[in-house]
């Protein structure tokens, strides 16, 4: 009769690895006043997390959002999919935002593209140079 081991080194370190790059953790302890400012979209890891890096301003061609300090938002985005002579079309919207206790932001969009839109993100990871974000919840109104 042959013994069949459950439990093996390999096992074990494929649990750690996983443990380590699977599902991130957000951070709630992010001081607002470091949010404030540009930051433009960069691309995206695993589709599901949006990395951004802080501009000097929106770019205008390519999506991107700003943080003020009076709790006013801008986001630059291609509402619709609009491409015009092969190229996308980005309108600025003008919103609000606001932390939430559990270290959330809620984003409010009246306006976008004649709806209203809010969002509820997670900061995933922040440095003074880039943040990265997961919506988790996108609500949209015409």
Not at 21 to 48: H, K, Y
Request: net charge negative.
């Amino acid at each position: 009769m042959q013994r069949v081991r459950l439990f093996s080194p390999t096992i074990a370190i494929a649990l750690i690895f996983m443990g380590a790059t699977g599902c991130e953790t957000p951070l709630t302890t992010v001081d607002d006043a470091l949010l404030l400012g540009s930051w433009n979209e960069i691309g995206w890891e695993d589709g599901a997390v949006q990395v951004l890096q802080r501009s000097q301003q929106l770019d205008g061609d390519k999506y991107g959002i700003t943080f003020f300090g009076n709790g006013s938002y801008i986001e630059c985005a291609n509402g619709d999919g609009l491409c015009i002579n092969g190229q996308f079309v980005y309108q600025r919207y003008e919103g609000n935002w606001v932390r939430q206790k559990n270290g959330r932001i809620i984003i409010e969009l009246p306006g976008h593209w004649g709806g209203l839109k809010n969002y509820e993100v997670e900061i995933i990871d922040f440095s003074e140079d880039e943040l990265r974000l997961r919506y988790l919840f996108i609500d949209t109104t015409d």
